[in-house]
């Protein structure tokens, strides 16, 4: 299994308050990614990140902020927190991009925000 | 954009029995990886096809992809409880593209 630890791996919080989930990865990818997964929409892409402090938006990035300072940490940041954030979310790593490159994932997150 | 349709949305069988799972594009791919999701888990990597035609086996579980690479099925032989699940393809829109895209799942019950 690629090692890839996400925390928490379940949190409640209130509207309006900041939450910050972290993915850690211990097989030196390159490539490192944040999704939700919700019930009618599926696995949606919200950062992703091809190096350290480099970024770029995914389908569903408005509200959402992520940092990377090393290679091994991706942040997935929550500014302030509202209801429709309520989701699943799961980083995945790559070693490369494109066709020939599967991605792994962790095991998720559960955010609930009330 | 490109989107991915799975068919069916869900499927329950009697254990022993076979079942395929497809996934259609509506462009080609570049890429079709297939994952498994159990309740409250994170996906697993199952399989890669990247050349039309081509197939790969892993245990009891084939994937296909068509000449075409737009669509892809997944067939499993003699199926047991340990089968069930969410099973997941995901696809890139281009060969150096990092933005999956993932169809909506077919979710797996076999009846022991």
């Known amino acids: 299994d690629a090692g890839i630890t996400q925390s928490p791996r379940h949190k409640v919080t209130e509207t309006g308050t900041p939450v910050t989930l972290r993915c850690h990865q211990t097989e030196n990818h390159r490539y490192m990614y944040w999704y939700r997964q919700d019930p009618g929409h599926g696995l949606r892409l919200i950062h992703y990140s091809y190096g350290v402090k480099d970024t770029d938006k995914g389908e569903v990035s408005d509200g959402y902020s992520v940092s990377r300072s090393k290679t091994e940490d991706f942040l997935l940041t929550l500014e302030s927190a509202t209801s429709s954030q309520t989701s699943v979310y799961f980083c995945?790593?790559?070693?490369?991009?494109?066709?020939?490159?599967?991605?792994?994932f962790g095991d998720g997150t559960r955010l609930s925000i009330l | 954009s490109q989107e991915l349709e799975q068919s069916p949305q869900s499927l329950i069988v009697q254990e022993g029995k076979n079942l395929t799972i497809n996934c259609t594009s509506s462009?080609?791919?570049?890429?079709l990886y297939w994952y498994k999701q159990k309740y409250g888990e994170g996906l697993i990597f199952l399989m890669m096809?990247?050349?039309?035609?081509e197939e790969k086996s892993h245990e009891k579980i084939t994937a296909k992809l068509d000449e075409k690479k737009q669509q892809s099925s997944l067939h499993i032989t003699a199926s047991q409880p340990s089968h069930a699940g969410i099973y997941l393809c995901g696809a890139v829109p281009n060969n150096y593209g990092q933005n999956f895209v993932f169809g909506p799942g077919t979710r797996l019950s076999v009846l022991p």
């Open positions: 462009k080609t791919l570049y890429g």
């Open positions: 096809l990247q050349k039309g035609g």
């Open positions: 995945a790593i790559s070693e490369r991009a494109g066709g020939n490159q599967p991605q792994h």
